[in-house]
Structures are given as structure tokens and as C-alpha cells.
């Protein structure tokens, strides 16, 4: 069954759910946003580029939410299939950053920051590049060999990024560390979604049902891996300017 004959069947409850759960994913990425953006003035210079690219991430976001909302109620109506690329060209560009962000906000040294970037963008472009022809596949072999594929260079990332984001904790302060594992385990929690969502038909769900799980899952999901993400990031961010500079942390308030 094709996506645009499962979006056209849809039920009207089910048509409300994933358009509302559309509607709160937009609103979230442009709240969010604007926050950052106008927030990046109060943490010190050397993590206001975490800042921004946490803003450019949502912004991204934003914007394809925007566009999958208009396919979905086109498709909806009869009149084109739904476009799932969106998702996956958003995840191309702003899956990347989330991990920039990330090592851009500990400060670590030149070298740590560039061999992380080194392994870690390459993997994550991978890991959504093979995702894609499984997403947009009916049969179940094609679905499941993409799927593992996939789950390869994911499984690097989170190994990466626990092994060597631990390494730098014992140098952080004691408030950013731990923040910083609480961070760690939100990524898993939140990237544990996904594949959730993708494996939908191999779970036993399948039509109208998988579609609208589907959607649904992958926007909570990016809500939290992208909203609650970068409001954690500046959370760190203000917590290493408090710590690097005591005239920051006495005009924030932060004793």
C-alpha cells in the first residue's frame, strides 16, 4: 500500500493526530528558536557558537516541518503522495549539528574537537543515508537490511560518544558533568525512538496505523533530540561561563 493511498484513507481522528502532533513540532522549533537566538548573548563568547548552531538546528527543523505539513494535507487530499524525504534531508543537516553542538559546548582542545568531528559527522550522514531507501520501502527484506545497515554507523555514534565525552568529564566542572550525562542518556533515550517508528511494520503494525505511529513518533522524537536538546546545551553553556568567570555567575545570579 502506498503512502499516498494510506494518507488519503486516513480516518479524521486519525488525520487530527498526526496534523496536531505536525502543529506542536512546528511550534516547539520556532519557540525554541527564538529563545536561543535571543539567548546566546548571556553565556560567555567561547559557547555562543554552541548557541547558535543549536538555534540553527530548530531552525532547520522548522522549516521542513513547515513543508511536511503541507504535504501531508495535500496527500491528505488526494491531490500528491506525501513526501517522507523532508524528514530525512532535515536529519542529513541538522542530525550533524546536534553533535557539533554538542562537542562545541565542553570547550575540549583543538585535537579532541577535531578527531570527534572526524568520526562523528561522517558516521551520522551514514546512518541517515542508509536509512532512507528502508523508510520508503514496502518489503520487508529491503526494510530490515537498510534498517541494519543503518544501525551500524548509530551504534558508533553513541559508542564514541560515551567512551570519549567520558574521557572529558573529569575535567569539567562538577554541575556540567553531571548535566552532561543526563545529556548522554536523553540522546539515547530520544534516538531510540526513531528506529522504534521505522520498524513499525516489522512490530506487526502496518497501513494507516504504522503511518500515523510513524509520524507521530518521529516528531516527539525530534522535539526532544532538538528542542530539549538545545535548551540542555545552553543550560551547560551557562553553567561553564558561571564557571569561568565568578562576574558572569554574580550577574546571572548563579552563586
Known amino acids: 500500500m502506498d503512502q499516498e493511498f494510506l494518507v488519503s484513507s486516513l480516518s479524521d481522528t486519525q488525520y487530527s493526530a498526526v496534523s496536531n502532533f505536525l502543529s506542536l513540532g512546528f511550534a516547539a522549533m520556532l519557540a525554541t528558536t527564538i529563545y536561543l537566538y535571543l539567548s546566546q548573548a548571556r553565556v560567555l563568547p567561547k559557547y555562543r557558537q554552541a548557541i ?3 538555534g540553527t538546528v530548530t531552525l532547520i527543523a522548522l522549516y521542513h516541518y513547515w513543508r511536511i505539513y503541507d504535504s501531508f494535507a495535500a496527500a491528505h487530499a488526494g491531490g500528491e503522495a506525501f513526501n517522507e524525504a523532508y524528514r530525512y534531508v532535515d536529519w542529513l543537516l541538522t542530525v ?3 553533535l557539533l553542538e554538542t562537542i562545541a559546548v565542553l570547550a575540549l582542545p583543538a585535537a579532541n574537537r577535531k578527531s570527534l568531528i572526524a568520526r562523528l559527522v561522517p558516521a551520522s550522514a551514514a546512518m541517515i543515508v542508509l536509512g ?15 534498517g541494519a545497515l543503518s544501525t551500524i554507523p548509530f551504534l558508533y555514534i553513541l559508542y564514541v560518544l560515551f567512551v ?3 574521557k572529558s568529564l573529569d575535567k569539567q566542572p562538577a554541575e556540567v558533568s553531571a548535566t552532561v550525562k543526563r545529556l548522554r542518556l536523553l ?12 520498524l513499525m511494520p516489522v512490530l506487526g503494525v502496518d497501513g494507516a496505523d504504522a503511518f500515523v505511529g510513524r509520524q507521530i513518533g518521529y516528531t516527539v522524537a525530534d522535539v526532544l533530540a532538538k528542542c530539549l536538546f538545545g535548551l540542555t546545551i545552553y543550560k551547560i553553556a551557562r553553567l561553564k561561563s558561571a564557571a569561568d568567570d565568578a562576574s558572569y555567575a554574580s550577574s546571572e545570579g548563579m552563586h
Open 164 to 166: 570519549e565525552l567520558t
Open 187 to 198: 540522546l539515547i533515550a530520544t534516538w531510540g525512538v526513531y528506529p522504534i517508528s521505522y
Open 132 to 146: 532512507y531507501p528502508g523508510e520508503v520501502t514496502a518489503e520487508m527484506g529491503p526494510k530490515m537490511m537498510w
Open 52 to 54: 547558535v548552531i543549536s
Open 96 to 98: 550533524p549539528l546536534l
